[in-house]
């Protein structure tokens, strides 16, 4: 169990539609990273937040966007829905930005229809 | 070329084989090594993590790092039905843990 909890487990929404998915972590784990697994293939990089401040962004355009909070929460927003958004989105925690490794969620299954 | 390929398999063993898990990579900048392990419907479960080159052992689990050939290993001993899973390895330069770039991934089965 890596105390970080994912909601939804499921989604489906339409094409241009807008989604929000959320992510809380354990205490203390100031950094959190989300990663966009398609079917198939491994988890890509999406952004990172460290102290609700980004820190660093993967080759994603800016309709996916994203907030952490002070409680350790966190959230992924994705404006004007592609089909090719359909995916597992997954949230991960450390407990700082270099040294230690990343636990995973089990992940929101995104649809996109 | 991609920064990180992986043979995506799949790989069908008996139950008790050993287990070999390859990767290779192109970015001689990967400072941190990292194996998960990701059964169906659930988020990847860190197994490994190691830093620069050599070896860590943890109970079955071997993982080898050869930075000079840019080549990574994960060893299963004595393999069971329950390790059948799908196994990612990933790697970072460091300074941003976040940023993992990852394979795509083997999936084993272990059969009784």
């Known amino acids: 169990e890596t105390g970080v909890t994912q909601s939804p487990t499921h989604l489906i929404k339409t094409r241009g539609q807008q989604v929000t998915l959320r992510c809380s972590s354990q205490s203390g784990h100031n950094t959190v990273s989300w990663y966009q697994q398609a079917l198939g293939q491994g988890p890509q990089f999406i952004f990172q937040y460290y102290r609700e401040e980004e820190n660093g962004r993967g080759n994603f355009p800016p309709r996916f966007s994203g907030l952490q909070f002070p409680n350790y929460s966190s959230e992924l927003n994705v404006n004007a829905l592609e089909l090719d958004d359909s995916a597992l989105y997954l949230c991960?925690?450390?407990?700082?930005?270099?040294?230690?490794?990343?636990?995973f969620g089990n992940g929101t299954r995104l649809t996109v229809t | 070329q991609k920064e990180v390929e992986q043979d995506p398999g799949p790989l069908s063993v008996p139950e008790g084989a050993i287990v070999s898990l390859n990767c290779t990579y192109s970015?001689?900048?990967?400072?941190?090594f990292m194996w998960y392990r990701q059964y169906s419907r659930k988020g990847p479960e860190l197994l490994m993590y190691t830093y620069s080159s050599g070896n860590k052992e943890d109970g079955r689990f071997t993982a080898q790092v050869d930075k000079s050939s840019k080549y990574i290993s994960l060893f299963i001993r004595d393999s069971q039905p329950s390790d059948s899973a799908t196994y990612l390895c990933?790697?970072?330069?460091?300074?941003?843990?976040?940023?993992?770039?990852f394979g795509k991934g083997t999936k084993l089965s272990v059969k009784p």
């Open positions: 991960a925690s450390s407990t700082d930005r270099y040294n230690s490794p990343l636990h």
């Open positions: 970015n001689s900048a990967f400072q941190y």
């Open positions: 990933a790697m970072s330069e460091g300074g941003s843990q976040g940023n993992l770039i």
